[in-house]
């Protein structure tokens, strides 16, 4: 009954470094997502995939990519890591319609140093 | 572009008192709403969500909105608060247009239960 799972969950950077976040759900969803959190400004949305095989740019794209790897998993690569990018990434999920919630997982608590 | 707007980044109830947060909508077309709550180190979880229907809908743990189209808002109470519901809550809209779920969030409201 894992849901999204998403590892690490803590992880320290120097800045420039370079840096996978990993994302894996068990619910056949053909939607993913990535959203960073930071405080007062809720959840932005980074980069989604609305089924496998495609990605697009969300709200705050610059300096992420994303693997979108098989219909479970989906990453978000931060190339050189910048202390603007200390936040909280979630990974969410769903099923391919709008009308339908978004599942989350825990968290990955990010710091740059 | 969607918005979502809360009203009061922090709300301070007693516990037994009303919950009421507050969540307004901009959007060209009703859109489907969603309300979250986040547990401290924790993900996001559902508590309710309006599509069609209904205007007044039930979630868990004892809260409901009341989707109002004239006033564009989705507010969210509980009658009772109790010292569990100490969390951020977030509210979201989904647009009806696209096929697949992409989700605007408004910036959260904490709400804060004391005894």
């Known amino acids: 009954n894992a849901g999204v799972t998403q590892t690490p969950k803590f992880q320290v950077l120097k800045t420039g470094q370079s840096m996978t976040l990993q994302c894996a759900q068990d619910m056949n969803h053909n939607s993913m997502y990535w959203y960073r959190q930071d405080p007062g400004m809720g959840l932005r949305l980074i980069y989604y995939?609305?089924?496998?095989?495609?990605?697009d740019k969300g709200e705050v794209p610059n300096g992420y990519n994303v693997s979108r790897l098989n219909k479970r998993e989906f990453s978000l690569r931060l190339e050189s890591a910048a202390p603007s990018q200390t936040s909280v990434y979630f990974c969410?999920?769903?099923?391919?319609?709008?009308?339908?919630?978004?599942?989350f997982g825990d968290g990955t608590r990010l710091s740059i140093l | 572009a969607q918005s979502v707007t809360q009203l009061g980044s922090h709300v301070s109830v007693s516990e037994g008192a009303l919950v009421l947060l507050r969540c307004n909508y901009s959007?060209?077309?009703?859109?489907?709403l969603f309300w979250y709550v986040q547990y401290p180190n924790q993900g996001l979880q559902l508590l309710l969500k309006?599509?069609?229907?209904?205007?007044l809908v039930k979630g868990i743990n004892g809260f409901e909105a009341e989707f109002k189209k004239s006033e564009t808002s989705f507010h969210l109470t509980k009658p009772s608060a109790h010292m569990s519901d100490a969390a951020e809550y977030f509210c979201a809209v989904s647009d009806r247009k696209s096929g697949y779920s992409t989700l605007t969030f408004g910036k959260g409201t904490m709400l804060l239960v004391s005894p």
């Open positions: 309006y599509t069609t229907g209904a205007t």
């Open positions: 959007s060209s077309v009703p859109p489907y």
């Open positions: 995939s609305a089924s496998e095989g495609t990605t």
């Open positions: 969410a999920s769903s099923v391919e319609d709008s009308n339908q919630p978004q599942h």
